[in-house]
T-cell receptor, first 115, second 113 residues
Framework: GAVVSQHPSRVICKSGTSVKIECRSLDFQATTMFWYRQFPKQSLMLMATSNEGSKATYEQGVEKDKFLINHASLTLSTLTVTSAHPEDSSFYIC???????????FGPGTRLTVL | QQQVKQSPQSLIVQKGGISIINCAYENTAFDYFPWYQQFPGKGPALLIAIRPDVSEKKEGRFTISFNKSAKQFSLHIMDSQPGDSATYFCAASSAGTASKLTFGTGTRLQVTL
C-alpha cells in the first residue's frame, strides 16, 4: 500500500500554545487528505476534508478557527491546533487518497498532550 | 442513515481459529467497504476492501463476505494468529460524499495461544 507519514509522532505543549502537525504522502499524489481525531478505545472521528489548493471542509461541530488545515501541495497537508487546551489532547491521524481512487491510506498518528 | 454498525465489540479466539466480525449499513449509496487493522498507538492500516459488484474477496487469510440485499458485510480471519490481535474497523464510503469514510465502532480481537 501507499505510505503516509506524520510528524511529529508525539508532542507535549503548554496550554495556550499552537501546535502544527504535518501529513505527507510519500509515494503518491494525494488530491484529498482527511484529518481524524481518536479518543482511547474509540473509533475515528472525521474532523475535516481537504483538497489540494482548496479550503478545507469541516465536519459539524469542529471549530475551523481552532483547527487550521492547509493542503498546499499534492503531498503535504498540515493541521494547526491553535491555542491548545488540555481538552484538545488526543490522537490525531491523517489519511490520504489519490484522484479517482477509493483507498484511503492512514498516517501513523500524532499523540498530542496539552498540559 | 450514515451509520455503520459493527459487532462484536470484542472477540477472543484461540490460535488457529476463525475470527468473524460483522458490519451492517443503511445507506444504499455506499459503494466501497474497507476493513482496517489498528495496533495500539498506531494509525489504521488498510487490510482488505470490497466493492458491491462482488460477494466475496479473499487476500491470504483475510476474506470479506458481502451481502448487498441484506446490507451486511463481514471479515473472516482464517487460522488466526496472536499477531492478529488488534482492533479492526469496518468502514464504508461513496463517491457522492467525497469518499468520506464512515467507520464502525471497532472490534478488539485477542488471539490466545
Amino acid at each position: 500500500g501507499a505510505v503516509v507519514s506524520q510528524h511529529p509522532s508525539r508532542v507535549i505543549c503548554k496550554s495556550g500554545t499552537s501546535v502544527k502537525i504535518e501529513c505527507r504522502s510519500l509515494d503518491f499524489q494525494a488530491t484529498t487528505m482527511f484529518w481524524y481525531r481518536q479518543f482511547p478505545k474509540q473509533s475515528l472521528m472525521l474532523m475535516a476534508t481537504s483538497n489540494e489548493g482548496s479550503k478545507a471542509t469541516y465536519e459539524q461541530g469542529v471549530e475551523k478557527d481552532k483547527f487550521l488545515i492547509n493542503h498546499a501541495s499534492l503531498t503535504l497537508s498540515t493541521l494547526t491546533v491553535t491555542s491548545a487546551h488540555p481538552e484538545d489532547s488526543s490522537f490525531y491521524i491523517c489519511s490520504a487518497k489519490g484522484q479517482g481512487r477509493y483507498e484511503q491510506f492512514f498516517g501513523p498518528g500524532t499523540r498530542l498532550t496539552v498540559l | 442513515q450514515q451509520q455503520v454498525k459493527q459487532s462484536p465489540q470484542s472477540l477472543i479466539v484461540q490460535k488457529g481459529g476463525i475470527s468473524i466480525i460483522n458490519c451492517a449499513y443503511e445507506n444504499t449509496a455506499f459503494d466501497y467497504f474497507p476493513w482496517y487493522q489498528q495496533f495500539p498507538g498506531k494509525g489504521p492500516a488498510l487490510l482488505i476492501a470490497i466493492r458491491p459488484d462482488v460477494s466475496e474477496k479473499k487476500e491470504g487469510r483475510f476474506t470479506i463476505s458481502f451481502n448487498k440485499s441484506a446490507k451486511q458485510f463481514s471479515l473472516h480471519i482464517m487460522d488466526s494468529q496472536p499477531g492478529d490481535s488488534a482492533t479492526y474497523f469496518c468502514a464504508a464510503s461513496s463517491a457522492g460524499t467525497a469518499s468520506k469514510l464512515t467507520f464502525g465502532t471497532g472490534t478488539r480481537l485477542q488471539v490466545t495461544l
